[in-house]
């Protein structure tokens, strides 16, 4: 199966910095990345699928990138809203057996 | 408005049984593939398994953790979704959640996701 390595674990930042999270794949799976927010005790959103698409309804300051094993998700200038739990998902595998990342938990400075 | 509601959580014993169900509206549920992920507690997400539309024969994936144990299943004319768990295992305690996948726009993305259920395995 592909391994999902996120980093960092962990992230302490303040409102209007710059953040960058990002995630390794095992194995090229092309494009096949998404990566998700969560809450406490909410389910997780959709913020950008197949690497670098804008989920509807998510602001534009959310980026991603990447392609292969190596990708990114980018928060331009942070808000107080953004503060929570971040986890990059591989859905490549065929058949599936979909793996996600171990979470990136940002955390106000 | 699409809307994924779980149910059927609660507390069982070790090698019991508990099925769960997602109820879902505001999209044609028959055209897509639907797919269970679960939290333990404090924990990050983990993929149980999946079962795909009408027109790839309704055909299921899970997990190796829960395979043998877990089956789901679909009835598209109730616009149901559900995961039978026999065998339980302490370990497989945690917030379960069905998501919507999608592989039309999407690239396989979960883009809605239920409000979970908590399954909690204890003695």
């Known amino acids: 199966d592909i391994q999902m390595t996120q980093s960092p674990s962990s992230l302490s930042a303040s409102v209007g910095d710059r953040v960058t999270i990002t995630c390794r794949a095992s194995q090229s799976i092309s494009r096949y990345l998404n990566w998700y927010q969560q809450k406490p005790g909410k389910a997780p959103k959709l913020l950008i699928y197949a690497a670098s698409g804008l989920q509807s309804g998510v602001p534009s300051r959310f980026s991603g990138s990447g392609s292969g094993t190596d990708f990114t998700l980018t928060i331009s200038s942070l808000q107080p809203e953004d503060f929570a739990t971040y986890y990059c998902h591989q859905s490549y595998s065929a058949p599936p057996e979909d793996t996600f990342g171990q979470g990136t938990k940002l955390e106000m400075k | 408005e699409v809307q994924l509601v779980e149910s059927g959580g609660g507390l069982v014993q070790p090698g019991g049984s508990l099925r769960l169900s997602c109820a879902a509206s505001g999209f044609t549920f028959s055209d897509h593939y639907m797919d269970w992920v679960r939290q333990a507690p404090g924990k990050g997400l983990e993929w149980v398994g999946h079962?795909?539309?009408?027109?790839?024969?309704?055909?299921?994936e899970y997990a190796a953790s829960v395979k043998g144990r877990f089956t789901i299943s679909r009835d598209d004319s109730k616009n149901s979704l559900n995961l039978q768990m026999n065998s339980l295992k302490t370990e497989d305690t945690g917030v379960y959640y069905c998501a919507r996948k999608d592989f039309y726009d999407r690239s396989g993305a979960f883009d809605y996701w239920g409000q979970g259920t908590l399954v909690t395995v204890s003695s």
């Open positions: 079962i795909r539309n009408k027109a790839n024969s309704h055909t299921t």
